[in-house]
Nanobody
Framework: QVQLVESGGGSVQPGGSLRLSCAVSGISSTWGRYCLGWFRQAPGKEREGVAAITRGGEYEYYNSHVKGRFTISQDNNKNALYLQMNSLKPEDTAMYYC????????????????????????RGQGTQVTVSS
């Protein structure tokens, strides 16, 4: 059973930084290809993909709104996923969710259509990020 548990959210002033973490479990070490990522959902808005990375780290995807400010990374030995968020803006305020796409062609999907909830079916409970002065 895939489990994703987020942590690291909080309140920060505009221009500040936060680092989100996700503890990943239930994905067999023999599962060759999969992708991990982060979604977010602001009040009254649809959930959107923020960033994703392939298991081998050969491909990273970023939403155009966060590219250059956010960095996704992973530690396969610790079964952890991270999202370093710098230069935060009020519009980054949202609930952030860790997610997994276990499809063998998840990298191709990221390249072709980006992050979709249809592909990233496994998601955690979320951690709140609030950017406000």
């Amino acid at each position: 059973q895939v489990q994703l548990v987020e942590s690291g959210g909080g309140s920060v002033q505009p221009g500040g930084s936060l680092r989100l973490s996700c503890a990943v479990s239930g994905i067999s070490s023999t599962w060759g290809r999969y992708c991990l990522g982060w979604f977010r959902q602001a009040p009254g808005k649809e959930r959107e993909g923020v960033a994703a990375i392939t298991r081998g780290g050969e491909y990273e995807y970023y939403n155009s709104h966060v590219k250059g400010r956010f960095t996704i990374s992973q530690d396969n030995n610790k079964n952890a996923l991270y999202l370093q968020m710098n230069s935060l803006k009020p519009e980054d305020t949202a609930m952030y969710y860790c997610a997994a796409d276990l499809g063998a062609f998840c990298m191709r999907a990221l390249q072709d259509v980006g992050m979709t909830e249809r592909n990233f079916v496994f998601r955690g409970q979320g951690t709140q990020v609030t950017v406000s002065s």
